[in-house]
């Protein structure tokens, strides 16, 4: 039996199908363009109904792994290189491309916010550490292994208010000297976050599944940012081919990328996203968030992952910096995070967005 499902896990049978079917097609046991087995097939060899691996195409062909065609089945059609045409298929989009509104109920963050005044009473009055409060970097790090597949250790988390504070923090890190490629379209501050700190900014232009392979050939530039589940205004989400091409480009010119996530934990899908970082193993990847989207535009607290080799050059160069969210509002956040508040309000809205509400 070549697909195997473990009734006794806890994770459900499509995720299984998923994973052992991604592994196949990456390792080129189904080529690109080759024809996957067929719906029942699949579902006879590993023992179950064919729902769940209805369920596990839908995400492999949501991400880009494969592509339906009607009445021949399932192909594969992630490719290890990229060629220089962008693929004329359409993809379904997984997240609006304006901003989506998390309405997080006020009551849970009220009575949050009493309880953090009530427990932390005067430690509130102590000055944050400079890379954030320890409890609410042990948060993101125990939230991002279980929502994201992303492991990091809680110094590798620096928190700062918010997105636009941490590219210029970024820019101070890799220096000015360096050419920065930014998506276009894409979100204007992201360049003028990085002209303004004197860096030189190349925009590189955007195809249906992310930048397009003859601009990331042609650009000079060392760093990278890129939007990959979901990039405004374009709303184009990067596929599988695409990310693994991200990664290849850092690699070959010893640059780096920056992975601003801002809109994924809003998919639709049950499934988290595949992270650049976590695909990198975190090696030339920076990665960062905010809460801006899940909780409140009021809400100015993101944070920044940086890799192992980063940490040492950013307390040299930055490490001096005060954090630059008050420490209650950190401990709120660690409180929501911990609590599990945070997590069950996503699963709403997701829930909400896929009945289409």
């Known amino acids: 039996m070549k697909y195997y499902v473990?009734?006794?896990?806890?994770?459900?049978?499509y995720l299984q199908l998923y994973e052992q079917l991604r592994r196949d097609i990456v390792s080129a046991v189904y080529p690109y363009g080759s024809r996957l087995p067929s719906k029942r097939t699949l579902a006879a060899d590993a023992g179950v109904s064919v729902i769940p691996v209805e369920r596990a195409f839908a995400l492999l062909c949501d991400e880009g792994y494969c592509e339906?065609?009607?009445?021949?089945?399932?192909?594969?059609?992630?490719?290890?290189?990229?060629v220089l045409l962008p693929p004329t298929r359409k993809k379904p989009l997984r997240a609006a491309s304006h901003p989506a509104k998390a309405d997080f109920p006020f009551s849970v963050l009220a009575k949050t916010m009493r309880r953090v005044l009530l427990d932390r009473s005067e430690a509130l009055l102590v000055k944050s550490p400079n890379h954030g409060c320890a409890e609410l970097r042990e948060a993101i790090a125990a939230y991002l292994a279980r929502s994201c597949g992303i492991s990091v250790r809680p110094e590798q988390v620096i928190i700062g208010?918010?997105?636009?504070?941490?590219?210029?923090?970024?820019?101070?890190?890799l220096g000015a000297d360096r050419v920065y490629a930014i998506e276009d379209p894409s979100y204007d501050k992201i360049r003028r976050v990085y002209l303004a700190?004197?860096?030189?900014?190349?925009?590189?232009?955007?195809?249906?599944?992310?930048?397009?392979?003859?601009?990331?050939?042609?650009?000079?530039a060392t760093v990278l940012h890129v939007t990959p589940f979901n990039s405004f205004p374009s709303g184009t989400t990067a596929d599988a081919s695409k990310r693994q091409a991200y990664l290849r480009w850092a690699q070959a010119r010893n640059g780096w990328l920056i992975e601003d996530n801002y809109d994924a934990e809003l998919t639709v899908s049950k499934k988290h996203e595949d992270t650049l970082f976590a695909r990198s193993g975190g090696s030339r990847v920076l990665y960062l968030n905010t809460f801006s989207r899940t909780i409140a535009?009021?809400?100015?607290?993101?944070?920044?992952?940086?890799?192992?080799?980063?940490?040492?050059?950013?307390?040299?160069?930055?490490?001096?910096?005060s954090c630059t969210v008050p420490v209650y509002e950190q401990y709120v956040l660690a409180e929501l995070l911990q609590s599990g508040d945070f997590e069950r309000h996503l699963n709403r809205v997701r829930r909400a967005k896929r009945a289409g509400k």
Do not use: H, N, W
Not at 6 to 13: H, S, V
Not at 71 to 82: D, I, L, N, Q
Not at 161 to 173: C, D, F, K, P, R
Not at 297 to 321: N, T
């Open 6 to 13: 473990d009734k006794t896990a806890a994770a459900p049978a």
């Open 68 to 82: 339906a065609r009607e009445r021949s089945g399932f192909f594969a059609c992630y490719r290890e290189k990229e």
């Open 161 to 173: 208010s918010g997105a636009e504070y941490l590219y210029g923090l970024i820019v101070q890190l």
């Open 197 to 220: 700190s004197g860096a030189a900014v190349d925009p590189l232009k955007m195809g249906a599944d992310g930048i397009r392979a003859a601009e990331l050939a042609r650009t000079d």
């Open 297 to 321: 535009p009021s809400i100015r607290i993101g944070y920044l992952l940086l890799p192992d080799a980063l940490l040492k050059p950013f307390e040299q160069k930055l490490g001096f910096y």
